[in-house]
């Protein structure tokens, strides 16, 4: 008898090392996810080969809670909400299952892999190579869109020719509220010429601009999209001219007397008309730019188009000494935070501007809601309104409270890896299990506050997708591990996270980022005469457009990643890049506001209680916008501190794909 519980006993001792070595390699099922999906999200910790086993807990690390992705529960509040616990230094060179990678279908790797691929030095060789190839890519664009699509405003890069607004169909939006008839690939990408120190094509370009563009045209187009593409690039590029230091070279223009400005503040003065008859201060998502918001204009605007305004019309009245521009925008803004949720902090994502009512309830970070928490923070850099970061600390608050999911850390701790889901706007409750490529602009953000340790990681999850398919698909469904919407139109802001995320760790892992990015577009495509939107990022199959935020944005962050020696690194200027990547020095002339009284709540008083008169609606048409254009901007220049830390961990998160 004593031979047989012998046996027994070393039988079950087997059985019980293997199921140790089943749970800490990874090798078993897992504990945090539905077990019908062959690739899943649900890992326990990032851990080491010879780190201690997770223990098992619920989503999020709790004991005791429900099975299931902890991006499908409902994330922990009060005390526990706002603890952030350091993450730990992971050891260099170590990967396995609990990856990002992994989850999107990578292999494991070793130390030596890690080492081979992401850990060393980005020799100076190749680093001048990928900026030349970010710089070619950029002129093969340029080039072709002036050959074969000049002066209308898109390429069509397959069939090498022009494309403008749909004039058969006022209903296709997606052509119509871009395209203006003005030029807009060649408006959109005068800045870029700059920062690649093209000063001839700059000169070149910006006499085409003034010689041949006018907005006296009867196109309708979106405000938000005419903002951030042609006035924004008119300001920057007007600035470029007009900086007495010259960073980027001799980007002079002879008898320049201030056209650019005055073309920015026609088209804004064309704008207005959308701010005109609306109950809420809160835009017309549309307006021709002839006749002013068309009879049949819909009354629903999305947040971020409506409050997304701030910064370019902010910089025009104070380069112009008129408060009308920033005024209605930062009305705007305010009547869109006064209709957040009392309850969450959030808002939605689709407003009636007449009644003031959420007709899209879904509050997130991607289409419809980006940049407005992007412009909250970059119009407070730029101007230095306090009010503009207490709205963006109290909006990144309800951000962190309501959309984060996943473990508190993002390398500690038990749970799924931290992500930003879509919620209900006012009981936080998940609408949906996807998110869109626009949500990857969030950890450049994200940088720009100091959190680089969240950036780090959510970048990562974003890279680990593009790794998969060669692109970002314009939604991915987390939950099921596959696109919902296939296209990929050449969007910039995974480069944009990227940039700045090497700009504040100065890791080279981010150039290999970017030269994988760099080689995918080229790849997948690159056509006869441009780049092309991929229709499927599975199949490769393309359409035959390239928007102009590819070169005004995608080229120009991918260059000034590589481009070390850049003046945009070295000159001394502090720069903000706009929500188009229209880059704009931040000084101490636009922090100044001599009207600050008309953003004061008090109604009509300013601080010393005298009255004052501030526009109505309906004056808006009148104001006298006559501006002092000559006036020198200050050269001292100011921004924000970055805060800037070296990446931990990154091997962990996808250093094996």
Known sequence: MQWRALVLGLVLLRLGLHGVLWLVFGLGPSMGFYQRFPLSFGFQRLTGPDSPAAPASGPAGRPGAAAGPAWLQQPVHGEAAERRRAPRRARPGVCGPAHWGYALGGRGCGPDEYEKRYSGAFPPQLRAQMRDLARGMFVFGYDNYMAHAFP????????CRGRGPDRGDPSNLNINDVLGNYSLTLVDALDTLAIMGNSSEFQKAVKLVINTVSFDKDSTVQVFEATIRVLGSLLSAHRIITDSKQPFGD?????????????????????????ENTKTGIPYPRVNLKTGVPPDSNNETCTAGAGSLLVEFGILSRLLGDSTFEWVARRAVKALWNLRSNDTGLLGNVVNIQTGHWVGKQSGLGAGLDSFYEYLLKSYILFGEKEDLEMFNAAYQSIQNYLRRGREACNEGEGDPPLYVNVNMFSGQLMNTWIDSLQAFFPGLQVLIGDVEDAICLHAFYYAIWKRYGALPERYNWQLQA????????????????????????NPFYLHVGMDILQSLEKYTKVKCGYATL???IDKSKEDRMESFFLSETCKYLY???????????????????????IVSVDKHLRESPWKEFFS?????????????????HELKVINSSSNCNRVPDERRYSLPLKSIYMRQIDQMVGLI
């Open 152 to 159: 209308q405003d898109e390429l069509n890069p397959i069939h």
């Open 560 to 582: 000034l990643l590589f481009d070390e020696e850049n003046p945009v690194h070295k000159s001394g200027t502090r720069y903000m890049f706009t929500t188009e990547g229209h």
């Open 535 to 537: 229709h499927h990022v």
């Open 601 to 617: 709540e008090e109604a009509g008083q300013d601080q010393e209680g005298k009255s004052v008169h501030r526009p109505k609606a």
């Open 483 to 506: 696109p919902d919407v296939l296209f990929y139109p050449l969007r910039p802001e995974l480069v944009e996270s990227t940039y700045l995320l090497y700009q504040a760790t100065k």
């Open 251 to 275: 980007m002079t223009i002879k008898d320049y007397d201030n056209e650019l400005l005055h073309m920015a503040h026609d088209l804004a003065v064309r704008l207005l008309p959308a701010f």
